[in-house]
């Protein structure tokens, strides 16, 4: 029975944590046909003009292929109707895999030190709201919501 329960503790513990421990590869979805829809790009300026051209921010899900977090929120948070109709309207959203291609520098760039990092930037790349770790409805409501105001400053 104790080895029953710490396995569960275990499982939450990497279930609710960022992570940082093995790398075991998996591939994530970035398309999704409900919820947040992000963008493919091979640089964030591209995308960066994107968002400018529709007068939104830009939504960055910096992930890592071994991340059981990061799976977690592609599986049940971002394809989320109500999370994907108000991400859709009011960012550009971009998912980076930050240990491979030009994903290395922005993770550099923006201080990833844990996936999923979710990062919201301005036209200029600076950075309006920012969290670390798996991040589920409300609290991802209320950092976009945050990320929304701080540009209006």
């Known amino acids: 029975m104790k080895?029953?329960?710490?396995?569960?503790?275990?499982?939450?513990?990497?279930?609710?944590?960022?992570?940082?421990?093995?790398?075991?590869?998996?591939?994530?979805?970035?398309?999704?046909?409900h919820g947040v829809t992000f963008i493919q790009s091979k640089t964030l300026s591209n995308?960066?003009?994107?968002?400018?051209?529709?007068g939104k921010l830009v939504f960055i899900d910096f992930y890592a292929t071994w991340c059981v977090p990061c799976k977690m929120m592609d599986k049940d948070v971002f394809p989320d109707k109500d999370i994907?109709?108000?991400f859709n309207e009011n960012f550009i959203n971009y998912k980076v895999d930050g240990e491979k291609g030009n994903g290395q520098n922005l993770a550099a760039l923006y201080d990833v030190k844990a996936y999923p990092t979710l990062v919201w930037v301005d036209k200029r790349g600076r950075v309006m709201a920012r969290t670390e770790g798996g991040t589920y409805h409300t609290e991802l409501m209320k950092l976009a919501e945050s990320a929304l105001k701080n540009a209006e400053m």
């Open 47 to 54: 995308v960066i003009n994107i968002a400018e051209k529709e």
């Open 3 to 33: 080895q029953l329960i710490s396995s569960f503790l275990l499982f939450s513990l990497l279930l609710f944590s960022q992570c940082g421990g093995s790398k075991k590869a998996t591939k994530v979805s970035t398309h999704l046909k």
């Open 84 to 86: 994907g109709l108000f």
